[in-house]
């Protein structure tokens, strides 16, 4: 089992910076992936960003050149560095791990709102 909690959502002017953290916690060493994940009203849950075995990143189109992914193993802890927000960014954004390459843990969600 992981358990994961998001933290670092909020309100922010467009063009704004934000930083998303997600702590896990549990069977740690199981996981192989990790992802950000967000959800506007009435569209579908999307990747965002992930990061497989703490090194390989991969990016939607939307984000590249502005969100940074990464993972400080240290601290179990994965981030979201968002830069140069913009109002179409506004979303709930989900923690997700996958761990033994087939169970998929999501964390609560944090609310991400970018508006002058």
């Known amino acids: 089992q992981v358990q994961l909690v998001e933290s670092g959502g909020g309100l922010v002017q467009p063009g704004g910076s934000l930083r998303l953290s997600c702590a896990a916690s549990g069977s740690i060493r199981s996981i192989n992936r990790m992802g950000w994940y967000r959800q506007a009203p009435g569209k579908q849950r999307a990747l965002v960003a992930g990061i497989t075995n703490g090194v390989t990143t991969n990016y939607a189109d939307p984000v590249k050149g502005r969100f940074a992914i990464s993972r400080d193993n240290a601290k179990n802890t994965m981030y979201l560095q968002m830069n140069s927000l913009k109002p179409e960014d506004t979303a709930v954004y989900y923690c997700?791990?996958?761990?033994?390459?087939?169970?998929?843990?999501w964390g609560q969600g944090t609310q991400v709102t970018v508006s002058s």
């Open positions: 997700n791990a996958l761990a033994n390459w087939r169970e998929n843990y």
